[in-house]
């Protein structure tokens, strides 16, 4: 047996990927139940508002490149970002003006605005495919690792290697402070409380002087700003493609109900429950178990319960069974 190179093995495929794509997806989730718990209907075209802003986030980025501004060995995308969030919430809010606005001002039920909400959706879905095209594009630069398999086998003398991409470190280093400033800011702050108050009683709120308006412009700020990061982050750490992201609603959706929609605790562990369920379900197991079985027992297959190709069957078989005997999820948010 050999637990330290299976413990690295493990942590190298399964554990820094998981941990990656959880915050990935969890900051998606948390746009996603801000915008249930606050307007009261789930936004279909969520996924589409991460690609847009990873879109605008691209293009500023090649407008930097161009002028030759980059930003050491982090990735330019990063300069971008605020560039790329005040675009997308322009966006975002303009879509309201223009559609939702209409639908919540007539008392629309929240199947309406689903409804709606997916119509949005197909036009931003074409809107961004026309802007950036429909190929796989990879706009990461900067330092590619923050410590190599090589260089991990030649500090430790064990024969498994760690790699850890700097865009994973980057991922988990940014999801924490977003995180972190956004429950700051919902806690601390009055326009925070006031969003919070309006979650929880809507005619109460009204009836406290809180302005509706602000509200929900400040609701669709933050959703396309957490949206947008999260689209860059999952855009560096992988790569873009416009399609992809309306694929990500899935496990988004899956991450918010299965913490509780309107939750933004909920969110951010139901997006690493998602995560790491994809993960190890699509892990092909045989490195790890050769490392800890007797070499006459080591397995001949992959020992791998299901292929990467369908990985969000594991999110939507999540999501099935959450409805089904956890509607509320595991931290009480609204009934899905």
Same mark, same amino acid.
């Given at each position: 047996?050999?637990?330290?190179?299976?413990?690295?093995?493990?942590?190298?495929?399964?554990?820094?990927?998981?941990?990656?794509? =959880?915050?990935?997806?969890?900051?998606?989730?948390? $746009?996603? @139940?801000? /915008?249930?718990?606050?307007?009261?209907?789930?936004?279909?075209?969520? $996924?589409? @508002?991460?690609?847009?802003?990873?879109?605008?986030?691209? #293009?500023? @980025?090649?407008?930097?490149?161009?002028?030759?501004?980059?930003?050491?060995?982090?990735?330019?995308?990063?300069?971008?970002?605020?560039?790329?969030?005040?675009?997308?919430?322009?966006?975002?809010?303009?879509?309201?003006?223009?559609?939702?606005?209409?639908?919540?001002?007539?008392?629309?039920?929240?199947?309406?605005?689903?409804?709606?909400?997916?119509?949005?959706?197909? /036009?931003?879905?074409?809107?961004?495919?026309?802007?950036? $095209?429909?190929?796989?594009?990879?706009?990461?630069?900067?330092?590619?690792?923050?410590?190599?398999?090589?260089?991990?086998?030649?500090?430790? $003398?064990?024969?498994?290697?760690?790699?850890?991409?700097?865009?994973?470190?980057?991922?988990?280093?940014?999801?924490?402070?977003?995180?972190?400033?956004?429950?700051?800011?919902?806690?601390?702050?009055?326009?925070?409380?006031?969003?919070?108050?309006?979650?929880?009683?809507?005619?109460?709120?009204?009836?406290?002087?809180?302005?509706?308006?602000?509200?929900?412009?400040?609701?669709?700020?933050?959703?396309?700003?957490?949206?947008?990061?999260?689209?860059?982050?999952? =855009?560096?750490?992988?790569?873009?493609?416009?399609?992809?992201?309306?694929?990500?609603?899935?496990?988004?959706?899956?991450?918010?109900?299965? =913490?509780? #929609?309107?939750?933004?605790?909920?969110?951010?562990?139901? =997006?690493?429950?998602?995560?790491?369920?994809?993960?190890?379900?699509?892990?092909?197991?045989?490195?790890?178990?050769?490392?800890?079985?007797?070499?006459?027992?080591?397995?001949?297959?992959?020992?791998?319960?299901?292929?990467?190709?369908?990985?969000?069957?594991?999110?939507?078989?999540?999501?099935?069974?959450?409805?089904?005997?956890?509607?509320?999820?595991?931290?009480?948010?609204?009934?899905?």
């Amino acid at each position: 047996m050999d637990i330290l190179n299976a413990l690295v093995a493990f942590a190298n495929f399964v554990f820094v990927p998981g941990l990656a794509y =959880g915050a990935q997806i969890a900051l998606g989730a948390l $746009g996603a @139940t801000l /915008i249930y718990g606050i307007l009261r209907f789930s936004n279909f075209a969520h $996924g589409d @508002t991460m690609a847009l802003g990873t879109t605008f986030a691209i #293009l500023v @980025t090649w407008g930097f490149q161009a002028l030759g501004i980059t930003f050491g060995f982090l990735p330019t995308a990063l300069l971008a970002l605020p560039f790329a969030i005040i675009m997308t919430a322009a966006f975002v809010l303009g879509t309201d003006r223009v559609v939702y606005r209409f639908y919540r001002r007539q008392k629309a039920a929240p199947t309406i605005l689903v409804i709606v909400s997916l119509g949005v959706m197909f /036009i931003m879905n074409g809107l961004n495919r026309f802007i950036i $095209g429909v190929g796989e594009i990879n706009f990461a630069d900067g330092a590619r690792f923050v410590i190599t398999a090589g260089d991990f086998r030649a500090m430790t $003398g064990l024969t498994e290697g760690l790699a850890i991409k700097a865009t994973q470190a980057i991922t988990v280093v940014t999801a924490v402070i977003v995180v972190g400033l956004l429950f700051w800011f919902l806690q601390k702050t009055r326009t925070g409380k006031s969003m919070r108050a309006f979650s929880d009683n809507e005619d109460l709120a009204l009836l406290s002087g809180i302005n509706p308006d602000r509200v929900v412009q400040v609701t669709w700020i933050i959703a396309a700003g957490l949206a947008t990061i999260a689209g860059v982050l999952y =855009g560096l750490d992988k790569s873009f493609k416009a399609f992809t992201y309306f694929q990500l609603l899935l496990p988004i959706f899956a991450a918010a109900v299965v =913490g509780g #929609l309107g939750n933004p605790l909920g969110a951010i562990a139901g =997006g690493f429950i998602v995560a790491f369920s994809e993960v190890m379900v699509t892990y092909a197991w045989k490195k790890v178990l050769t490392y800890l079985v007797p070499e006459s027992m080591a397995p001949d297959g992959l020992v791998q319960l299901m292929s990467t190709d369908y990985k969000f069957a594991v999110s939507f078989t999540i999501l099935i069974i959450v409805l089904l005997f956890l509607p509320t999820g595991i931290f009480k948010g609204k009934s899905a």
